[in-house]
Nanobody, 112 residues
Framework: QVQLVESGGGLVQTGGSLRLSCATSQSIFDIYLMGWYRQAPEKQRELVAT???????SYADSVTGRFTIFRNNAWDTIYLQMNSLQPENTDDYYC??????WGPGIQVTVSS
C-alpha cells in the first residue's frame, strides 16, 4: 500500500510562512501527478495546487502568487511553500498522489 505522510503544519501568525512536506512510498515510475488539497468542516475537499511529473504546476486562484508547489529530484517528497498566510488559509491540508492515494492530513492554523 502506498503511504503518504504530511508534515510541517502548525500555528503561524498572519503574514508568516509555512512549508508543508509530503513524503511518499510510491514508485517514481507510477507517479504522474501529485497535489495539495484543503478541507474545512462541513465543506468539500478543494484543490490548492498540483504538480505533474513534467513539472507543470497549477494553483487555486486564492493562493496564486503566495503558494508554491515543488518536488525533490527523486519524486519521493513534494512541498507546499505557503507565504503571506492569512486566517482564511486555516484548514486541514491533504496530500494526494495519482488521484487514488491520500495522506492523513495536517492542520494549518493562522492566527490574527
Amino acid at each position: 500500500q502506498v503511504q503518504l505522510v504530511e508534515s510541517g503544519g502548525g500555528l503561524v501568525q498572519t503574514g508568516g510562512s509555512l512549508r508543508l512536506s509530503c513524503a511518499t512510498s510510491q514508485s517514481i515510475f507510477d507517479i504522474y501527478l501529485m497535489g495539495w488539497y484543503r478541507q474545512a468542516p462541513e465543506k468539500q475537499r478543494e484543490l490548492v495546487a498540483t504538480i505533474s511529473k513534467g513539472g507543470t504546476t497549477s494553483y487555486a486562484d486564492s493562493v496564486t502568487g503566495r503558494f508554491t508547489i515543488f518536488r525533490n529530484n527523486a519524486w519521493d517528497t513534494i512541498y507546499l511553500q505557503m507565504n503571506s498566510l492569512q486566517p482564511e488559509n486555516t484548514d486541514d491540508y491533504y496530500c494526494n498522489s495519482t488521484c487514488n492515494y491520500w495522506g492523513p492530513g495536517i492542520q494549518v492554523t493562522v492566527s490574527s
